[in-house]
């Protein structure tokens, strides 16, 4: 059987509570399987900074998926952030999307690396 080589979590409602907090049961666990040389991996729509401070708040590095797969990042240890890879849509696009969404009734949300 082959050994385990990463583990990635979501965040809302799956590694935090429904305060927002990560259990010390949970933090124990992710870092005890980190030291053990498995690559902890972040994924969430929230944004490369929030998903950072999630790291160092584990005790651990990592990678992070951010913005549901538009940005994917290298945590160290040191809080340095190191962006991997970054889908960018263009501006008259994405407002092209965003008049259509809120003409439907649908809620928008606008996220920016810078």
Known sequence: MSRLRAIALDVDGTLLDSSHDISPAVKKSI?????????VILASGRHVGSLSQLLMELGVEGYV???????????????????????????????K????????????AWSAMD
């Open 97 to 108: 999307m965003a008049h259509e969404a809120l003409a439907n009734g649908l809620s928008v």
């Open 65 to 95: 998926v951010a913005f549901s797969g538009g940005a994917v990042a290298r945590v160290d240890s040191n809080k340095r952030v190191e962006i991997i890879l970054q889908q960018r849509l263009e501006l008259a696009h994405a407002e």
């Open 31 to 39: 870092h005890d399987i980190w030291q053990q040389g498995v690559q």
